[in-house]
Structures are given as C-alpha cells and as structure tokens.
C-alpha cells in the first residue's frame, strides 16, 4: 500500500484526510477481526480459523484489484484488514502451541520474520510494477496479494491441528499423536503431552483415548468473564503485559515509517519517484535481515535482554531522526549531511525495532497466557496491536502538520522512554520455560524465584 497511496491519490485525485483512512482502514477492520478470531478459533480450532483468514485475505485483495472507485477499493481495503485480524490472533497461537520450550522462540518468531518478507516483497513489486501504466500498476501492486492468500489456504490443511486445542477437546489419542510428530523424541511428547493435560485440568495418568472436557473449557465459554471480570493476580499481570507491548510496538512509531516511508525521504530530500521507492524496499531489506537475526538468537539472548536493547536503540535513533528532520525543514536549501543522517537513523530506527520489539511482541504475549485463555487472551493484546496501527497511520499526516514531521519522532522517542521502564519493571524471563511453567512466572513468589535464579547464574 505504502507505494500504490502514490499511485491511487494521482488517479482519483484524492485529499491527505482520505489517504490516511484508506491507509488506516486494514488495521481498523483487523481490530473487529482479532477478537472474533479468538473466539472462532476455540470453537473450530486453529487449523481452519487461518483458513477462514486465508479466504477473506483472497476476497480482499481481489477487491482492491478490481477497485474501481475509491469506495470499492475502501470496502477491499476492510476485508482484508478482518483477515489481517485473524492471521495475526491466530498464527502465533498455533505456532507456539505445536512448539517445544526449547525452540519455540525462534519457531514462533517466524510470523514476524515472514512478514518482514513480505514487506520487501510488496516494495519490490511496488518499485518493478510502477513501470507500468497508473491504472493497471497499483491495482497488481494489491491484487497480486491473491496468491500467496491462496496458497496459505492449500498448505495450512496439510499441518498438525495444535494438540493444545486438541487436549481441550477432550481429544488426546489425536493430541498425542500430533506431539509424537512435532517433538525430537518419544520422551520429550510423552513430558509435553503430560504437562499440557495438567494444565487442562485433566489426570495425567488418564489411559483414555477420549476424555469429556466442561463445555467451559472446550469451547472458550466463560474466557472472557476470567480475563476482564474476575482475573487473578497473575492473570491480570499477564493481561497488562500483553496489552502494554502491543500497544507500545506501534506507539513508537514503526508505522510511520513503513507506510509512510517515501513521504519521510521526500522531506528529508529525495526528490524522484523511483528513488523514493528503493529507499523503502532498503527499509523492508534492513527489516528482514534483523527479524532474521532475532529469530536465531531469540532461544540463546532470551525475550527481555532483547526487548531492552531494541527499545533503547529505538530511542536513540529516533531523537537523531527527528533532529535531523528539523533541521531539513528549517533550512533554506538541501543539507546533505541532514538527508544522509535521516537515513541512517531511519534505517538503524527500523533494525532496533526489528531486533527485538516486533519479533518479540509476538513470542512474548502468545506464550504468557493460560491454555484456557490462550487464543482470547492473546486477541485482546492482537486488538490493541491492529488499533494503535490504525491510530498511527490515519493520523500521521495531521500529527506530522501539527507537531512538523521531526517533532512527530521526538514524541515517539519519548514514547518508547516510557516503554523501556514498562518492560524493565514488569516482563519477566520466559526463555526455556514450558508454556505451563510461565504462568507461575506471572505471580510475585515465581519472580522473585527467577531472580534469585539470575542473580546465581551471574555469579
């Protein structure tokens, strides 16, 4: 999208106000679909609820294709923002749940990593496709997103259910048989399959191929009464943490910079239509590469030790981008240093960001959660998530005429001091627990455990 707005504001001659609805409309409309998926996906199980995403992923794309009009396009634009919604409630539940403690942060950092791809992806396709002609090159640049919703839709129904879900099912010769395949031994499914029974409630010893589980449990009845109305202590610690690094991965502004990259580079200096769109696929090229890195050393650093030095990274780079933003804007002619420095900081920005932040977001608040309260939990932090997105990007262009574009980041950089003493404070470890481990992690006693354990380690 963030090259097609170039393309769609000149042939429908549009206003700024309607380029930041059209830009902010996927993550408005993912909001309503991340707690819809959450609750479907208790009901029909992971597998066919990415399936369900995949199709309304299709319909979307071949809406914004055809767009006519900016009304058709609009409506395609809200589609697949409810199978954004889905995609992202979902697959990192179904990627940690078929995951063992021992790899499952690099297996469950995977989503990010492949959206990071797909990120570069859409600038190439953006910088090869604007050869063409204005109505036929952004309607491909959108369009061509069918295929890979097509594909997803064929290759998910050849994996495993989550044999979680299944042991809620009351399903656990189907359970075991999933973990048999998905774990490095016999010994290591039979400690999972154990585990994962206990925290559903049921006797670890049970020899039964099928078991009646409370229709409570099964079905994700009576989940939200547990999360908003009547949590425990841990619950609640759990839920504010989730909550908090969704809301801060775009409060700091990685959107900004995504979507509204070329418009950036314009004011830092870059003039022409082609460059301002290789500086975007060198953003989508520096994503990957850190999302990439994240994902091997995720399982080795652990999720808090990268969270802080991604975010006071993030800090640094911002306060030098909005700096140098200013000084673009108050100057009488191009500073070359000025423009040199933007990209530099809006680069180094986007590899601390997707050092730690993104992939960790992910990782960390879908592996926090209770089994129960798994799949709802994580939606409400994936809503969150979808409405800050949305927020940023249909509010950029008005914030940056409001606060001029360089005061736009040096708010961010604030925003992220604040974030940095959140994770500081609140996020402890959860490298190489179990996901029926962690919880405990989550009460004052299993954190006061961990650091003594640290402070052991250390010596």
């Known amino acids: 999208m963030s090259g097609a707005m ?8 549009i206003t700024d106000r309607q380029v930041e609805v059209l ?8 909001l309503v679909g991340s707690p819809i998926a959450g609750r479907i996906s208790d009901f029909i199980g992971r597998r066919y609820t990415i399936v369900m995403a995949s199709v309304i992923f299709l319909l979307g794309s071949v809406l914004m294709g055809y767009g006519p009009n900016y009304a058709v396009l609009l409506t395609g634009r809200c589609i697949a923002g409810v199978g954004v919604g889905f995609a992202l409630t979902i697959a990192p539940v179904y990627t940690t749940e078929i995951s063992s403690a021992t790899h499952r942060g690099f297996l469950a950092s995977l989503p990010e990593l492949c959206i990071a791809i797909g990120v570069v992806l859409g600038y190439l396709s953006n910088f090869f496709l604007a050869k063409l002609s204005l109505t036929l090159g952004w309607r491909l640049m959108l369009g061509i997103a069918a295929i890979p919703s097509l594909v997803l839709a064929l290759g998910i129904l050849q994996m495993p259910e989550s044999p979680r879900w299944l042991v809620l099912q009351g399903r656990l010769s189907d359970a075991k048989n999933v973990l048999l395949h998905v774990s490095n031994t016999s010994e290591e499914a039979e400690v999972r399959f154990r585990n994962i029974l206990s925290a559903a409630g049921i ?7 099928v078991v009646e589980v409370p229709r409570v449990d099964s079905r994700g009845h009576g989940v939200w009464k547990e999360l908003l109305l009547r949590p425990t202590p841990a619950v609640r610690w759990i839920l ?3 909550i908090g690094i969704h809301f801060f991965e775009h409060a700091t502004g990685i959107e900004a910079v995504i979507l509204y990259g070329p418009r950036i580079f314009k004011k830092a200096g870059v003039r022409s239509k082609s460059k301002l769109l290789l500086a975007t696929i060198g953003v989508g090229v520096t994503k990957t590469l850190c999302v990439l890195i994240a994902t091997c050393i995720l399982d080795k650093v652990g999720r808090r030790k990268l969270l802080m030095i991604s975010t006071s990274g993030m800090i640094v780079a ?6 140098c933003l200013t000084m673009v804007e108050h ?10 420095a933007s990209l530099v900081a809006t680069y180094s920005y986007v590899a601390f960001f997707n050092i730690g932040l993104a992939p960790v977001t992910w990782v960390y608040s879908s592996e926090i959660f209770p089994l129960k309260l798994r799949a709802q939990g994580f939606s409400l932090g994936v809503a969150v998530n979808r409405g800050m997105n949305a927020l940023i990007s249909s509010t950029f262009l008005s914030l940056s005429e409001a606060l001029t574009i360089g005061g736009s980041f040096f708010m961010f950089a604030g925003i992220s001091v604040v974030a940095l003493l959140f994770f500081y404070f609140l996020f402890p470890e959860t490298k190489g627990k179990s996901l029926e481990e962690i919880e405990a992690l989550f009460t004052r006693g299993g954190k006061k455990q961990q650091d003594n354990d640290m402070e052991i380690q250390a010596k």
């Open 6 to 13: 170039i393309f769609i504001k000149e042939e429908f001659l």
């Open 240 to 242: 504010l943490a989730c």
């Open 331 to 340: 100057a009488q002619e191009q500073i070359l240093w000025a423009l040199v």
């Open 318 to 323: 911002l306060t030098g981008l909005g700096f």
């Open 23 to 30: 830009a902010g409309m996927l993550n408005w409309c993912a």
């Open 203 to 209: 006797d670890e010893d049970c020899k039964d191929d």
